[in-house]
């Protein structure tokens, strides 16, 4: 099992996110302790070991060290705003 970790910029946009939306994030992100590269999820060009995973219009991105069984949650944002 994966320990996941959100950093305090996620977590910070995860309590911005409204309710209807973040208790879905907050499943899926409880769904990566045992399935860390669920089916949707792209790992992103250019970095070594972060991926993604769309929430309707919410996006997580993340990074798995595999060798730990640690993953960290770098960001939580609307589609639009995520990837800057």
């Not at 950093?7 to 399935?35: G, Q, R």
């Not at 250019?46 to 991105?61: A, E, H, Q, S």
């Amino acid at each position: 099992m994966y320990k996941v970790v959100l950093t305090k910029s996620a977590e910070k946009e995860l309590i911005k996110v409204p309710k209807v939306y973040s208790k879905n994030i907050i499943k899926h992100l409880k769904d990566l302790i045992n399935n860390p590269r669920p089916i949707g999820c792209k790992k992103l060009s250019g970095y070594d070991n972060i991926y993604r995973i769309r929430i309707g219009m919410y996006r997580i991105v993340y990074r798995i060290e595999d060798d730990i069984l640690y993953i960290e949650v770098i960001k939580i944002g609307h589609r639009k705003n995520v990837y800057q």
